[in-house]
């Protein structure tokens, strides 16, 4: 590990540490949030407040955190949130992130907006790799997409349904971020300002979509991020686009953006087989329920029939333990891990990775937790 990584301590020391090292449009297209941003500070405080009630008096000395995330066999309730765009923070981030998730044994989930493309990832990385599909308008390049996720051996389908049109976020609007990156007078301002930055953009090239570049077209490169996604999405995606999805995927096929007990409900009855809890880390919705609040009501109305993973707002090992005891499965993680590559690459990116495992396995010492089965709702106070 690079000397000063052992320094940064936790996953918001790598949040400062990125500001510090980023250009702040950059920064803060991965840092924020919709509008007020209210989903994305409350994503955090519905995790602050639940409380643990520890047990004592049981062998805690080897806490075995293995657990089976849908049918993929990982060294910790814990996986990697697909994110898009991640090359603006690090050159080649995405296989960075791939790597070091593949280096702790838990798997890594590469966007539909990824600058690799599904076949490079499974190409470069050696461990569980999930694909997070986006549905476009056009049919034919959506069954492409399966298709090659499909070709190319990854394991789980994450169809992400909370991106029926581009949240409102308005620090992007404020800093005029654009994909493909421009040399506008402010770029070339932050360049100079930061060029650690900017040398390791120059080096790596400029960003492309590698999945979808024969789709979306040119001109919308003139909007923000996420609006040139949104203008090409199917916000007319619907129960009876689930179930051709369903048909075209037969292998383990999970939706992410659930937060009604209903959805949650109907899901299951419709044959996925799991969810995944998340407001897209406050980044869609502003006004959306936590995930954290939401996951109680769909384990209830879900009577634990299929595993539930949530994301948003996870920061330390604890909020993973506390994912658990609510009824999560498993927990993913987005931009702490993001910041970890932005601050170093693949070795921040497992530096954060193994934070968040050492802080989950103290914890399960702590609370009396000898294994992850044994972190159920009797843990909740
Ligand atoms: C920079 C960035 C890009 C993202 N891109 C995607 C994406 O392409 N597909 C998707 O389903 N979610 C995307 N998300 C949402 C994440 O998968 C995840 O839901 C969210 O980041 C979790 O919250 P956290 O960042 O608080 O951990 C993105 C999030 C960030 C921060």
Redesign the pocket.
Same mark, same amino acid.
């Given at each position: 590990m690079p000397a000063q990584l052992d320094k940064l301590l936790n996953a918001e020391d790598f949040r400062q540490a990125a500001r510090r090292r980023l250009p702040k449009s950059i920064f803060e297209?991965?840092d924020g949030g919709a509008e007020d941003e209210i989903t994305l500070r409350e994503?955090r405080t519905a995790f602050e407040r639940r409380r643990i009630a520890p047990r004592i008096l049981t062998d805690v000395t080897e806490p075995d955190l293995q657990t089976d995330i849908l049918g993929t066999p990982a060294a910790a309730p814990l996986l990697i949130?697909?994110?898009?765009?991640?090359m603006l923070a690090w050159p080649e981030a995405d296989i960075a992130i791939a790597r070091a998730a593949a280096a702790h044994g838990i798997p890594y989930t590469l @966007? +539909?907006? @990824?600058t690799t493309s599904i076949e490079r990832m499974a190409r470069a990385v050696d461990g569980p790799l999930w694909f997070?599909l986006?549905l476009f308008r056009q049919r034919e390049f959506n069954a492409a997409l399966i298709e090659r996720a499909q070709k190319a051996g990854y394991q789980a389908m #994450?169809l +992400?349904v909370d991106l029926q049109a581009g949240g409102k976020r308005e620090r992007d609007l404020r800093n005029g971020v654009v994909l493909p990156l421009r040399l506008s007078l402010r770029q070339i301002v932050e360049g100079v300002t930061h060029p650690r930055w900017a040398l390791s953009m120059l080096h790596g090239g400029l960003p492309q979509f590698e999945n979808v570049s024969g789709y979306l077209s040119a001109e919308s490169a003139g909007l923000t991020i996420a609006a040139r996604a949104a203008q090409n999405l199917d916000a007319g995606f619907d129960w009876g686009g689930l179930a051709r999805i369903r048909e075209l995927w037969p292998g383990k096929l999970i939706v992410?953006g659930v937060l009604h007990p209903a959805d949650a409900a109907r899901l299951v009855a419709e044959g996925v087989d799991g969810l995944w809890v998340?407001n897209?880390?406050?980044?869609q919705l502003d006004g959306a329920i936590a995930s954290a609040d939401a996951l109680p009501g769909i384990v209830e109305a879900t009577r634990g029939d299929v595993p539930i993973v949530i994301?948003?707002? #996870?920061r330390r090992g604890m909020d993973v333990l506390k994912a658990r005891a609510m009824g999560a499965t498993a927990a993913? #993680?987005?931009?702490?891990v993001?910041f970890g590559a932005a601050v170093a690459g693949e070795a921040g990116a497992a530096r954060v990775v193994g934070i968040l495992i050492d802080e989950l396995q103290r914890a399960m010492r702590l609370a009396g937790v000898p294994r992850v089965s044994k972190a159920d709702g009797s843990l909740l106070g």
């Open positions: 297209f991965i994503n949130a697909p994110m898009g765009s991640c @966007s +539909t907006m @990824s997070q986006y #994450v +992400t992410k998340s897209h880390g406050g980044r994301d948003s707002g #996870v993913a #993680v987005g931009r702490a993001l």
